[in-house]
C-alpha cells in the first residue's frame, strides 16, 4: 500500500511538473530584428560593337558618339524602392579597337533627369591583345535614392580617334550585386 | 521465454529506427481512445460515453533540428546571425509540424459478447511542411555565394487540412486469441492547402566564354499550390463573422469537401502474457471538389541579361528592350490559377507493438463472470509511422505500463523520433466510479522549458467508461 502511495505521489508530481511546464530563457520580441538579407548577382546590360555600329546607316557617315537606352524598370519595383541597401555595379569592356574610348553610363529619372553617372576610360587594344577594362562604382547607403530614383540606363560610347585604323570589337558586359534587407 | 526472447530481439532491431505519433494512448485497454488507434485493442470495458469536446483533447507540435531556443535566446541579441545559422544547419529532410485533435462526441457500447461498437466525432487539424533549405538560403543569402549551385524548388512541400471526422467503428473479437476492428471514416474538409510535388532548379552560373558575366537558368519549373475552402472567403469581403461562422460550421457538417476512410487493426495473444498488435489509420482520401484554386507556376527560361541593339537611332523611339524581356520571361515562365478539383490523402499512420504482461493479475471471484486475466505490469514496444509527402516519420516506444489498482494506472514511455533521441513520457489515468480522467504527455523533459524542445505533445480528456463489475 505504502508503495502505491508512493507510486501516485511520482505521478502527481510528474503531472505537476507537465501542468507547470514554462518558456523561458526566450525573447519573442527579437522576431521583430530578423531581417532577411539576400545579396543578388544579376547581369545588367551587354553589347558587342564592331566599326559598323559607329557608321551612320543612311549617310554613311562616321559617329564618333553612340548610345542606346535601356529601361530598367524593375527599379521602381517595390522591393527595390523599399528594401534595397546598396547596389555595387561592375563594368568591364574588352576593346581590341587600337583606339581609346570614353565609356558613359548614366541613370535616368523618369522624367529623364540625370541621377547620376559613371565615366571611365577604356583602353586601347587590338585583335591580338584585348585590353580589358573594368570599373566598380558602388552605390552605398549615402547614394542608394539616386538608383532608386532611376528608371533608365543610357550607354555611351566615344571615340577617341588617332590614326590607327579603325577596326576591332568592344564587347561591353555591365553586373549589379544588389544588397537588400527584407 | 520464447516470446521474451522474441521481444527482446525485436527491441534490439527496431532501437535504431526513428518516429512520430500518440504512443501513450495505443493498447491501453482501459482506455476507450485505443480504439481510435486501433479498431482491433483489447478492452476491457462494456460501454463508454465521452463528455462532448473534453473526452479527448490532444496536442502536439515538433520541429526537427531547430528550437525556438535555437533562434531567440535572450542571452545573445545576434538573432539574425542565429536565424543563418539555423538555416545552414537544418536539412530539407527537416521538417515541421502541429497537430490538433478535438472529440466532439465518443460514444461505444457492447452489442454482445464479440462485438463493440464505437462512434463519434472529432475535429483535426493537420500542418505538416519540410525545411525548404535551398530556397531559405535564396531568400536569406541571395545567390552570390552560391554561383554555379541550383537552387532546388523539389524542397517545397507543405500540407495543411482542417476537417471533422464522423466515425463508426467495430470491435470483433474472433475468439480468445484474436480481436480485429474496422472503423470506417467520413470526412468533412473546412480547409486544405497542399503543395507536394514541386520541382525544378534556379542556378546561376558563371558564364565562361560568353559576353555576360553570368547565365541565370530557371529549368523545368513546375511549382503547383492547391487550395480548398479559402477563395470564398478570400472573396467574400462583405461577410460578416457570423456568415463566416456560419460557413465554416456547414463545412463541418458535410456541407464542404467530403472523403472517406478506414481505419484497420489487429490484437494477438501469442500466450497469456505476450501479445502483438498492429493497426492503420486513415487509410482515406479527400475530394476536394467545390471552393478550389490551383496556382501553377511552370516553364524554364535562360538569360544572360539585356543585350541592346547598338546604336539607337536618332529621332525614333527607344526600343522597349526591358518590356520584350519581361514578354519573354512572361512566354517562357508561366502562371496560372485554375479551378481544378484534386484529390488528396489523408496521411496514413500505422501503429504495431508487442507486450508482455507480467505481475499479479486482477481476477474477480466472481464464477459467473468470464474476465480474462489481467496483469498489473506490462512492458512493450510500440513501432509508429506516418506518411508524409516525402516518406514516413517513424518513431519507436519503449513502454512500461502500471496498473496502481483496477481503477488507477499510468504508462512510462520512451520514445526515438525524427525530434529526439530524450522523449520520456507519462499517462496516467484514474477512474472515479463510472467516470474517467486521463493525462498524457510526452516530452516530460521539455516541459521545464518548451523552448528548448523540438516536440511536445498532451492529451487529456474525461469520459464516462462502464465496466462489469
Known sequence: ?182 | MRGLIFFFFFSSIQLSLFSQNKPLLYNVDGLPQTLMSNPGAEISFRGHFGIPFLSQVHLSAGSTGVTAFDIFDDSNPNVNLRVRNAIRKLTHRDYFSVNEQLEILSIGWRLNRQNYLSAGVYQETDVFAYFPKDLAILANEGNTNYINQPFDFSQAAFTAEVLTVYHLGLNYKFNSKLTVGARAKLYSGIFNVESTNNQGTFTTTLNEGGNGFYRQTASEIDIVVNTSGFASLRDEEDNTVDQAAADLLKRSMLGGNLGVGLDLGATYKVNEQFIVTGAVQDIGIMFQRTDVENYRYYGSYETEGIEPLFPEQENTEAIPYWDIFEDEVDANLQDETLEDPYVTWRPVKFNTTMEFGFGRAFLPCNYRLVKEARYMNAAGLLLSGVNRPKGIALSMTAYYDKLITEKFGFRAAYTIDDYSFTNVGLMAHRTFGSFNIYLAANNLLGFPNFAKANSTSLQFGMQFIFKDN
Open chain 1, 1 to 182: 500500500m505504502k508503495k502505491n502511495a508512493a507510486l501516485f505521489h511520482i505521478i502527481t508530481l510528474c503531472c505537476g511538473v507537465f501542468l507547470t511546464g514554462c518558456v523561458k530563457d526566450v525573447d519573442f520580441g527579437q522576431a521583430n530584428d530578423i531581417v532577411l538579407s539576400p545579396d543578388i548577382q544579376s547581369n545588367l546590360v551587354l553589347y558587342t560593337v564592331g566599326e559598323a555600329d559607329f557608321v551612320d546607316p543612311v549617310t554613311k557617315d562616321i559617329h564618333t558618339v553612340i548610345r542606346d537606352t535601356v529601361r530598367l524598370e524593375f527599379l521602381d519595383d517595390d522591393y527595390i524602392q523599399n528594401d534595397l541597401n546598396s547596389v555595387e555595379f561592375y563594368f568591364r569592356n574588352i576593346n581590341t579597337f587600337p583606339q581609346a574610348f570614353v565609356s558613359r553610363v548614366h541613370f535616368l529619372s523618369a522624367s529623364g533627369r540625370k541621377q547620376f553617372s559613371i565615366n571611365y576610360p577604356i583602353s586601347p587594344g587590338s585583335s591580338d591583345n584585348p585590353v580589358s577594362t573594368e570599373r566598380i562604382e558602388v552605390m552605398g547607403a549615402d547614394r542608394i535614392e539616386q538608383v532608386k530614383n532611376s528608371i533608365t540606363m543610357v550607354v555611351e560610347l566615344e571615340v577617341q580617334t588617332n590614326e590607327e585604323a579603325f577596326t576591332g570589337d568592344l564587347e561591353f558586359a555591365s553586373k549589379g550585386l544588389f544588397k537588400f534587407e527584407f
